[in-house]
């Protein structure tokens, strides 16, 4: 069964990075003065949507992330692993959104893609600890949801058979596609990066990314990426 996938990935501060500067005079995190970085648990999503698309042969993942520009390397470390395809929903007026703004956006992003059957990302992100946006999202869209996922098992006859992990134990459920999941931290960590993948998509750009038309040099830099932009696309809202 082909499946058409996305994966909820968010760039985030790097915690384990945080001194002096990491926050600011109103108390709010400093992110120009920390490392962006990868979600940790959106990489265990990653990995179990790229099982999946192994397990299901014409299976397609796509990164779905919400940030500025730069956000969009979040997409590119996505395709350097085995996903197909990306969306960076960019603009100044989700600066400060909350759970409930960015579950918004997300969910919209999704519909217009369309047609797709899981929607899968990390329990949680570094950054906030809410655990709030995947359910949230699910409920916009009107899906079955399963948190604390630690494996997908399989995907047939129109089911999802996952593991997760309850108080007290572990527990074998089946939902009905289309589904969203959010996985722990402690489910399989994320392959590393496939250096003929890196190759072939280390200049993919999302729009937002490349210099404005009439840049010096502009036509230089369209000439260098453009057998790359093709698997990246960006959602100005």
């Known amino acids: 069964m ?63 992330t919400m940030g500025p520009p730069r956000a969009g390397e979040i997409i590119r470390q996505g395709l350097y692993r085995g996903a197909d395809t990306g969306w960076l929903l960019t603009d100044r007026l989700f600066a400060g959104a909350d759970t409930l703004a960015t579950s918004y956006a997300l969910a919209t992003a999704i519909k217009k893609i ?52 309850i108080d007290g134990g572990v527990e074998t459920v089946e939902a009905p596609l289309p589904v969203v999941i959010t996985v722990n931290g402690s489910a399989a960590p994320c392959r590393p990066q496939n250096a003929k993948l890196v190759m072939k998509y280390k200049r993919a750009t999302c729009p937002m990314e490349r210099p404005a038309e009439g840049t010096a040099y502009d036509y230089l830099y369209d000439a260098a990426t453009r057998a790359y932009t093709e698997p990246v696309e960006c959602c100005r809202c």
Not at 10 to 37: C, F, H, S, Y
Not at 133 to 160: I, R, W
């Open 2 to 64: 082909a499946l058409k996938i996305v994966v909820l990935a968010k760039q985030v501060p790097d915690t384990r990075n945080v001194g002096k500067d990491a926050m600011t005079a109103e108390g709010t995190v400093n992110r120009a003065a920390l490392p962006a970085i990868f979600n940790p648990e959106d990489l265990n999503a990653l990995e179990q949507a790229l099982r999946l698309k192994e397990q299901n042969p014409g299976s397609t993942v796509g990164i779905l």
């Open 114 to 165: 369309g047609d797709v059957d899981i929607v899968i990302g990390g329990r949680q992100a570094i950054d906030g600890d809410t655990a709030q946006v995947g359910p949230q999202v699910a409920q916009k869209l009107g899906l079955n949801q399963v948190t604390y996922a630690e494996e997908v098992l399989s995907v047939k006859d129109g089911k999802a058979t996952i593991k997760r992990v």
